[in-house]
């Protein structure tokens, strides 16, 4: 136990938690407002935080479901790591969305007392049904039992829609703040899909190349190739939509 209390990477762990214990507490003391809310940004750091690990959940995901239902054996083999990531950047998501509230204390209202003409009660939905998702497609890729892959291959069906949702679903609440300029795109939601595409897949490259060097998980060089070359391609893309703006 002492050992462990001794390793860097606790100890660092540690510090930066109570950092944040002591951050949220002058939070509360002082108001959202420190968040960088002001009369031309109506959201502050925590959604775009939020905006940042979606993006980064979606890459994942969206691998690991393709690999499914288009066919592409080879992005198999990178599956389990990309569904891991993506399921640790969406529960880092919506805590960002739940710490936007002001006060922890009132979550039970999301339950309570849901507004259904609340662009961030969509967002909640969605996630938490993301969420419930990559959680089943997890317990699925882990199973040993028979069947397990063909139930893999059936949540990949409700994966890639929904993951492609919860960016669309972003999107359209930005494109509602109709008095900032270049948040009423009718290309938004692409725009938004193809971006999460590139920082995901980015995230993905970047772990799996850690893994491979620190050998905990062994992936092909063609496939970081591959992985690579679909990045690029979507970077294209996204260059071309913001382009269009």
Known sequence: MTSVMKNPLVVGSGAIALVGIGVYVYQLMFGLGITGMNNSTSWGLYLTCFMFFV??????????SSASIFGIKKYKAV??????????????????????????????????????????????CVITLYLAINVVYLAFMTSKKPGAADKVAVVSRFALPVAILVHSVTAWIFGLEMAREGWYSAIMAPLFVVSAMDSGLALLLLSLLGLDKAGWFKTDHKLIASLAGLLATCVAIDAFLVGCE
């Open 55 to 64: 993006g980064l959940s979606a890459g994942g995901l969206i691998v690991a």
């Open 79 to 124: 599956a389990l790591p990309a569904v891991i990531l993506s399921t640790v950047c969406i529960c880092c998501a919506g805590m960002f969305v739940l710490i936007d509230l002001g006060g922890i204390q009132r979550v039970w209202r999301i339950i309570t007392g849901p507004n259904p003409l609340s662009p961030l009660f969509w967002d909640i």
